[in-house]
């Protein structure tokens, strides 16, 4: 259930962080609503996770992975440009995650 829980942390965050960009689609007001929301949910989600499993790992896994997606849906959001060292970092940040939950035992089990 902990996956759940830190991928549902993850989204919102995800979506939080979105909406800080100000746009032409919502108003200010809707806007800071989803940020204000989503932020509220990660952290509450990302609580759940702390329950069970250790904070730096939890914290790792989810910065990470959220890093992760807004830089590539900012790509398609909002015509962010990633150069070749942006993506060689992006996938440095994907190799840490990916080390600490498949390959380390201090790891998500």
């Known amino acids: 259930m902990h996956y759940v829980y830190l991928i549902a942390a993850i989204l919102f965050e995800t979506t939080a962080t979105l909406s800080l960009k100000p ?62 060292a942006a993506w060689i970092g992006i996938g440095l940040i994907i190799a840490g995650v990916l080390v600490l939950n498949l390959v380390s035992k201090s790891g998500i089990q």
């Open 23 to 84: 746009n032409n689609f919502w108003s200010p007001a809707v806007q800071t609503s989803i940020v204000v929301v989503g932020y509220g949910l990660s952290f509450t989600f990302l609580y759940l996770v702390l329950k069970t499993l250790p904070i730096g790992i939890v914290y790792a896994t989810w910065s990470g992975v959220g890093i992760t997606l807004v830089a590539v849906l900012g790509i398609f959001l909002f015509g962010q440009k990633l150069d070749l």
